[in-house]
């Protein structure tokens, strides 16, 4: 089964790092894209940054640059984010999603159920 | 950055009417704009890629159209499993490849 596979719900205190990570199966991990996407609770979609689990490149939104790092793992198929130092403004779902066809299509065909993370005091 | 703004925030339709999403774009992105649903709960699913192209498995009552700035998702018969908050998003120029805020479709 093709799919995108996420860790699990996260509580952390503020200032504290964060890794969460998003395992592909059932595809090529290493040809496709894979992106992250935060929502903040009752909120609409960010879209973070992308990796290319191939070689590593990576690019980042403006709003996100410097707040999160995007990295891969090829060997085990598995893309990660992660922060230094969290904030509670960071407490939110985080999708992983593959895209379809880079660069014809960057849009999103396959997500990850989402990993929540709470940050408080 | 571009930015999409959809219209309206919420739709609210009889079951077997037809309800009409609206996203316009700050500039021309062409025909590259993706439509996804996200049910209560659940991940966005890909609806629509390339402003009208059905994804995989999307039913015939869901239809994407537009370029340039302008675009519409249509579906034309409401099923009641259709609640969910539907969001477009342009890939034609980024990174970031903008999502617009959503349309929250609810079952009258």
């Known amino acids: 089964e093709v799919q995108l596979v996420q860790s699990g719900a996260e509580v952390k205190k503020p200032g504290e790092s964060l890794k969460i990570s998003c395992q592909g199966s059932g595809y090529t991990f290493v040809s496709y894209w894979i992106g992250w996407v935060r929502q903040m609770p009752g909120k609409g979609l960010e879209w973070m940054g992308i990796i290319y689990p191939g070689d590593s490149d990576t690019r980042y939104s403006p709003s996100f640059q410097g707040q999160v790092t995007i990295s891969a793992d090829k060997s085990n198929a598995t893309a990660y984010l992660q922060w230094s130092g969290l904030k509670a403004s960071d407490t939110a779902m985080y999708y992983c999603?593959?895209?379809?066809?880079?660069?014809?299509?960057?849009?999103?065909?396959?997500w990850g159920r989402g990993t929540p993370v709470i940050v408080s005091s | 950055e571009i930015v999409m703004t959809q219209s309206p925030a919420t739709l609210s339709v009889s079951p077997g009417e037809r309800a009409t999403l609206f996203c316009r774009a700050s500039q021309s992105v062409r025909s590259k704009v993706a439509w996804y649903q996200q049910k209560p709960g659940q991940p966005p699913r890909l609806l629509i890629n390339d402003a009208s192209t059905r994804a995989t498995g999307i039913p015939p009552r869901f239809s994407g159209s537009g370029s340039g700035t302008q675009f519409t998702l249509i579906i034309s018969s409401l099923q009641s499993e259709d609640l969910a908050v539907y969001y477009c998003?342009?890939?034609?120029?980024?990174?970031?490849?903008?999502f617009g805020q959503g349309t929250k479709v609810e079952i009258k």
């Open positions: 998003q342009q890939y034609d120029d980024g990174p970031p490849y903008t």
């Open positions: 999603a593959r895209v379809v066809v880079a660069p014809r299509d960057w849009s999103f065909d396959l």
